[in-house]
């Protein structure tokens, strides 16, 4: 119960930082300095006004010195951050799977805030967060007395990224040439490519974190929960373009989790 504590308020903070990097790495501006401050009245957010959810409910989310509203997006990514941080460490415990997960975590909340937010996934979290990924699980093939270096684990990894980013590489330029050159079908918002680059190295990214199998899992399990937001999309928007990175970003958690569940379920159908 103590660990669970600490792990969360651990989250919380970490979810403040991803906060930062949500709001600047689009912008390419340094997500260390300058320190925090309100996007309308420039001032500086003082520390006490700057702690994960207690703040945002005292200041009833407005600026203390504008009264601008502050977004609920703010306690939303500490609140997630914190929670799926606890989730992790029940599920693998204090151990190496659970440093090399909460990293991808990381980098899957920044992902998944700022394609909601502008359509992109910044390559600093898509490509940095591969090249991490690649190098957090090559060195569990390091030992050192005997020295020696298994480079298995790095293959996989990287086994994982062309998997992950292959897959749906594949399937865009298979659905673009089916969809726009022989069905010739109208181009949407006049692009003739449905699958964004940031998706493809997004998941790259999971691929190196979590291997082959699981890239595959997440690809396919992405467009079910797609599909229900893409539905409810329609229904209340005019806007038939949704952003595609949450729903991998969800899948690769729901993989990470259930994997062994949703295997077991699959095989039992036959
Ligand atoms: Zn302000």
């Known amino acids: 119960m103590f660990a669970n504590i600490v792990v969360f308020i651990f989250g919380a903070l970490v979810g403040s930082f991803l906060n930062v990097c949500i709001h600047r790495l689009p912008k390419n501006e340094s997500v260390v300095w300058p320190r925090s401050h309100c996007p309308k009245c420039q001032k500086r957010i003082p520390g006490y006004d700057n702690i994960p959810f207690i703040s945002f409910l005292l200041l009833s989310g407005r600026c203390r010195f504008c009264q601008e509203k502050i977004s609920l997006r703010y306690p939303l990514v500490e609140l997630i951050t914190a929670l799926l941080m606890v989730a992790l460490f029940n599920r693998f415990g204090l151990n190496y799977e659970f440093f090399l997960y909460m990293v991808m975590l990381w980098g899957l909340i920044?992902?998944?805030?700022?394609?909601?937010?502008?359509?992109?996934i910044p390559d600093e979290i898509s490509v940095g967060g591969m090249i991490v990924g690649l190098i957090m699980v090559a060195v569990t093939g390091f030992s050192l007395a005997?020295?020696?270096?298994?480079?298995?684990?790095?293959?996989?990894?990287?086994?994982?990224?062309?998997?992950?980013?292959?897959?749906?590489?594949?399937?865009?330029?298979?659905?673009?040439?089916?969809?726009f050159k022989l069905l010739k079908r109208p181009a949407i918002n006049g692009e003739?490519?449905?699958?964004?680059g940031g998706d493809v190295k997004l998941l790259a990214m999971i691929g190196a974190f979590m291997g082959?199998?699981?890239?595959?899992?997440?690809?396919?399990?992405?467009?079910?929960?797609?599909?229900?937001?893409?539905?409810?999309?329609?229904?209340?928007?005019?806007?038939?373009?949704?952003?595609?990175?949450?729903?991998?970003?969800?899948?690769a958690l729901v993989a990470l989790f259930w994997a062994d569940k949703i295997f077991t379920f699959i095989f039992h159908l036959r």
Do not use: C
């Open 192 to 196: 003739t490519e449905s699958m964004g």
């Open 212 to 251: 082959w199998q699981m890239a595959i899992l997440t690809f396919f399990l992405a467009p079910f929960l797609g599909i229900v937001i893409g539905v409810v999309n329609l229904m209340t928007k005019k806007d038939h373009t949704i952003p595609y990175g949450p729903f991998l970003s969800i899948a």
């Open 110 to 120: 920044i992902a998944t805030f700022v394609d909601i937010d502008l359509r992109i």
């Open 146 to 179: 005997p020295f020696k270096f298994d480079f298995s684990p790095l293959l996989k990894s990287a086994l994982g990224a062309i998997t992950g980013g292959g897959i749906i590489y594949l399937t865009g330029v298979l659905f673009d040439l089916v969809y």
